[in-house]
């Protein structure tokens, strides 16, 4: 069995991965081990929510919006008590932001690290069983620990993030993260509860064939992105879209290719968002050989102004990007 940069073979338990790299930085306390540690573990209660919602009532909408307006989904909600109440415990994070939360969540104590968070991705196809996500960043806050949490602590950009990556709810549900080494996925076993490696080291490929992109917007697309779609097209790719921003990235990741949310003359961000979605995604890609832009820009040097702010996104393998990037 092949060893990955870290040392550790396939199969290698979570939690022997997180010591294991927490060994790497001697003067490290542990704490972003412990919130690493939280998110997994609520990822296997919202895991067990997500595959059993159907039979218990947990699908559909709880008939209220959120703070972007969105139609809430009970999953949606539940998802987000579960991360909050784990990332709360330890007392590792300070503040959280979260996609669910119109105002970031102080937890006045002497934690480090603030989180931002998508609880639950792509929530419009949790009742049709397709594949859902969670999306997560870590920041170390920039004040001194103890004082009030500072809006300079909250909006940092993405370049600041210390971890970030996603769970994918899919065909078999998996961890993916950076800290900045490299980027490892880890695969749940639900029997016996726990996540492995699986995927170590993980390199998008430079060049791909996959363009996801929801092309019924395409009346209000640019010049610029008609023209590279016109370029798939011309170059046999082929175009992949679930509608599940971190099953889309993931396939992508895996396979090659890129993801594209953009800005419209109506909607010049696009739709996503930059603190919770984009950067996280950015991290990872950038950590496994890949890009992410907003068709001009590197979207990690972006500074948010505010929590929910949302940003276009061009993701994936870089020579892909760097194309589309040209013809903006
Ligand atoms: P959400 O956070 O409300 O779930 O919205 C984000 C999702 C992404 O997962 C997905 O890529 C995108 O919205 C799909 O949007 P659209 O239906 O406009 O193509
Ligand atoms: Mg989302």
Redesign the pocket.
């Given at each position: 069995m092949e060893d990955s940069r870290i040392g550790l073979p396939i199969g290698t338990a979570l939690d022997r991965f997180i010591k294991r790299f927490q060994d790497d930085f001697p003067y490290a306390t542990g704490e972003l081990s412990q919130l690493l540690r939280d998110i997994a573990l609520a990822g296997k209660v919202v895991n067990r929510e997500v595959n059993k919602a159907g039979l218990v009532n947990l699908s559909g909408s709880i008939g209220a919006d959120n703070v972007?307006g969105?139609d809430q989904q009970k999953l949606d909600v539940l998802a987000n008590i579960r991360f909050i109440r784990a990332l709360t415990k330890g007392g590792e994070a300070c503040a959280i932001i979260s996609?669910e939360d119109e105002h970031v969540i102080d937890l006045h104590n002497k934690g480090k690290y603030i989180i931002a968070i998508?609880p639950?991705?792509?929530?419009?196809n949790i009742d049709v069983n397709v594949s859902?996500?969670t999306i997560f960043s870590i920041y170390r806050r920039l004040s001194p620990v103890g004082s009030p949490v500072t809006s300079e602590d909250v909006l940092q950009p993405g370049i600041n993030q210390v971890a970030a990556g996603y769970l994918l709810y899919g065909s078999s549900t998996i961890l993916v993260y950076t800290t900045g080494k490299g980027v490892n996925g880890f695969t749940y076993e639900p029997t016996l509860g726990e996540y492995f490696l699986s995927h170590q080291d993980l390199i998008i490929p430079e060049e791909g064939r996959i363009y996801s992109i929801?092309e019924?917007?395409s009346l209000n697309f640019s010049d610029a992105l008609i023209q590279y779609l016109n370029y798939c097209r011309e170059n046999n790719h082929t175009a992949r879209?679930?509608?599940?921003?971190?099953a889309?990235f993931h396939r992508n990741l895996l396979k090659g290719g890129i993801?594209i949310?953009p800005g419209t003359p109506t909607y010049p961000d696009g739709?996503?968002?930059l603190m919770y979605?984009c950067n996280a995604l950015a991290f990872v890609v950038e950590q496994a050989g890949g890009k992410a832009s907003t068709g001009n820009s590197r979207v990690m040097e972006i500074v948010p102004q505010e929590m929910h702010q949302r940003c276009p996104l061009f993701i994936g393998s870089k020579a892909m990007v760097a194309k589309a990037e040209s013809l903006h």
């Open positions: 972007q969105e996609e998508d639950l991705d792509g929530s419009s859902i996500g929801n019924a917007a879209y679930i509608g599940s921003l971190v889309d993801y949310y739709k996503l968002r979605e």
